[in-house]
T-cell receptor, first 114, second 113 residues
Framework: GQQLNQSPQSMFIQEGEDVSMNCTSSSIFNTWLWYKQDPGEGPVLLIALYKAGELTSNGRLTAQFGITRKDSFLNISASIPSDVGIYFCAGQLGSGGSNYKLTFGKGTLLTVNP | KAGVTQTPRYLIKTRGQQVTLSCSPISGHRSVSWYQQTPGQGLQFLFEYFSETQRNKGNFPGRFSGRQFSNSRSEMNVSTLELGDSALYLC????????????FGPGTRLLVL
C-alpha cells in the first residue's frame, strides 16, 4: 500500500538538544497528523494539521503542513528523556468515503541520552 | 472521558485457528478504524466502520473481516491464521465527521505459532 517517506529512521541525541523529523509524499494530503508511540502502547496524537502552510505548536512541539500538501515536519525543542519513543507522521486525504483512512510513515525512533 | 479500549491485550493462537478482537470507541464516537502494525510493514489500514457499515477497506485478504454494533463497539475477526498475521492490531475511533482526527487504543498483540 501507499507509504509516506519519513526521515530520519532513528535519532540518538543528548538531553536539551532540538530534534527535527519530516515526512514527504508523492501525493497530496488534506490532513497531516503526528503521533508518538511508546513500547506496548497505541499511538498518541501529538499535533493535527488541517491547512496547507499551517504551523501549529503543542508545548515544545511544533509541526508544519507543507504548502504543496505533500510534506510535513515536526520539531521538538529542548528534548527531555520522556521524549523517547517512535514518532509517526500520518496523512489523510479527507473524511468520508474512501478518503478517510490514515496512511502512515515508517516512524522515527528517538533516543534521548540524559 | 474514557479512551479507546481493546480486548484482549495479548493473545496467542496457532496456525489455522481464528481470532476475534474487540474495540470499544470513545463515548460519542461512531467511527472505528482498524490497523495492523508489524516491524516490516509498519502501520497498515485494514478497514473502517461507521454507523454499523464498512465505509473503507484496505488491501487485506478476505480472511480479515470486521463488524460494528449499534453501540459503536467493533470487532475484527481473522480466520485461518497464518504466521504472518502476528502483529499489533490497533483500533482508532473518531466522530467520523469531517476534519475529526483518530484516537488509538493500546492495541492487541497477537502471536501466531
Amino acid at each position: 500500500g501507499q507509504q509516506l517517506n519519513q526521515s530520519p529512521q532513528s535519532m540518538f541525541i543528548q538531553e536539551g538538544e532540538d530534534v527535527s523529523m519530516n515526512c514527504t509524499s508523492s501525493s497530496i494530503f488534506n490532513t497531516w497528523l503526528w503521533y508518538k508511540q511508546d513500547p506496548g502502547e497505541g499511538p498518541v496524537l501529538l499535533i493535527a494539521l488541517y491547512k496547507a502552510g499551517e504551523l501549529t505548536s503543542n508545548g515544545r512541539l511544533t509541526a508544519q503542513f507543507g504548502i504543496t500538501r505533500k510534506d510535513s515536519f515536526l520539531n521538538i525543542s529542548a528534548s527531555i528523556p520522556s521524549d523517547v519513543g517512535i514518532y509517526f507522521c500520518a496523512g489523510q486525504l479527507g473524511s468520508g468515503g474512501s478518503n478517510y483512512k490514515l496512511t502512515f510513515g515508517k516512524g522515527t525512533l528517538l533516543t534521548v541520552n540524559p | 472521558k474514557a479512551g479507546v479500549t481493546q480486548t484482549p491485550r495479548y493473545l496467542i493462537k496457532t496456525r489455522g485457528q481464528q481470532v476475534t478482537l474487540s474495540c470499544s470507541p470513545i463515548s460519542g464516537h461512531r467511527s472505528v478504524s482498524w490497523y495492523q502494525q508489524t516491524p516490516g510493514q509498519g502501520l497498515q489500514f485494514l478497514f473502517e466502520y461507521f454507523s454499523e457499515t464498512q465505509r473503507n477497506k484496505g488491501n487485506f485478504p478476505g480472511r480479515f473481516s470486521g463488524r460494528q454494533f449499534s453501540n459503536s463497539r467493533s470487532e475484527m475477526n481473522v480466520s485461518t491464521l497464518e504466521l504472518g498475521d502476528s502483529a499489533l492490531y490497533l483500533c482508532a475511533s473518531s466522530t467520523g465527521t469531517s476534519g475529526e482526527t483518530q484516537y488509538f487504543g493500546p492495541g492487541t498483540r497477537l502471536l501466531v505459532l
